[in-house]
């Protein structure tokens, strides 16, 4: 029954799709093969993005979740989709649902949002946190991919920002202008907006820096600080404890043989972690997830417009490189959400 109900809905949204492709366009291609391929992918993104709809964000993922999120992998590695009409209105429709339910109160649970890339926003009853969130670009274009009126109203939601490392996919700095003007607490390495004031830099080369955060709210998050790198780049892995003791980590862009010296007891230093939020194409991601010991990972970093085709690490490969660890795993497009209990 699941499956003729999988089919059904797949058949519909199809129907759905062409049927209003044919109303606003012609659909005489003979000698149009730019033409064609427009409209192939406009058709795709919007199934895409309705299958992503009726199949949401589970422990591992059932055929038709992964069939949705493969074939965005294919027009995500077409670079003539890049910055289009159909790409934008795929992300802008991603992410006005996410916010839809940011509105929604949230009773129990730890509620994680993917917003694009590595932005992440962390939600419990108690507190919402942002990582590295940016509205980030397409390469060789400088629109942004995250409406920016969209991520005003995403900032307006959180209560604190955690920056982990210097590049431009992580660090928006219209998105930092906004947390310094409400008030809300900025937490960066050193070397980012280093002399941006209301941003408050923190990082111990000698171990983990474990404190406090104060909030508007006057509640407090648990925060520690692990100091590793990205390549030749400072990048601070975050573990942050929320007032009704849920626990997230993010990576950041961790990488680089160093990291893994203390990777295999950092669990052993830092609170149980509810989710690890990991950069998908992190070297060993078995060794990483196994040295953070969470109940669930969560993946970010795949398909970052930015890169080169070859470096848009796809959907699929995330999945290939997590079939084998004995952790629970939740692969997520932009604009998902997925809540623990």
Not at 160 to 187: E, M, Q
Not at 228 to 250: E, L
Request: charge should be positive; glycine fraction near 6%.
């Amino acid at each position: 029954m699941n499956t003729l109900k999988s089919i059904l809905c797949i058949a519909l949204s199809l129907c759905t799709i062409f049927t209003l492709s044919a109303q606003k366009k012609s659909l005489k291609f003979h000698g149009k093969p730019d033409y064609y391929l427009e409209c192939q992918s406009e058709a795709l993104f919007k199934v895409a993005d309705e299958g992503l709809d009726a199949f949401p964000p589970v422990v591992g993922a059932p055929i038709e979740r992964r069939m949705a999120l493969y074939t965005l992998d294919g027009l995500l590695h077409d670079t003539r989709n890049d910055n289009t009409e159909a790409f934008r209105s795929f992300v802008s429709s991603r992410v006005t649902k996410l916010l839809a339910d940011l509105e929604k109160p949230l009773k129990r649970g730890m509620r994680i949002y993917k917003i694009y890339n590595e932005a992440f926003v962390v939600r419990t009853k108690s507190a919402t946190i942002a990582f590295d969130l940016s509205r980030c670009r397409c390469r060789g274009h400088n629109d942004p991919i995250v409406p920016t009126e969209l991520a005003e109203k995403i900032v307006a939601k959180c209560d604190a920002l955690f920056l982990t490392h210097y590049h431009r996919d992580h660090v928006d700095s219209h998105i930092v202008d906004l947390f310094v003007k409400a008030g809300k607490p900025v937490i960066a390495a050193p070397n980012i907006l280093a002399d941006k004031a209301g941003v408050t830099h923190r990082r111990n080369e000698e171990g983990i820096d474990n404190f406090e955060l104060k909030l508007k709210s006057g509640k407090a998050l648990q925060v520690s600080i692990i100091p590793a790198i990205h390549g030749k780049v400072m990048n601070n892995i975050y573990v942050v404890t929320t007032p009704d003791k849920y626990t997230v980590c993010h990576t950041g862009d961790m990488s680089g043989k160093s990291n893994f010296k203390w990777i295999p007891t950092i669990n052993e230093k830092v609170a149980d972690i509810d989710a690890l939020l990991v950069n998908c194409w992190t070297g060993s991601i078995a060794k990483a997830i196994s040295g953070f010991d969470p109940r669930y990972v969560i993946t970010g970093h795949e398909n970052e417009m930015g890169h080169t085709i070859d470096h848009r690490e796809a959907y699929w490969l995330s999945f290939t490189k997590l079939a084998n660890i004995d952790y629970k795993y939740v692969v997520m497009a932009w604009g998902e959400w997925f809540t623990i209990k």
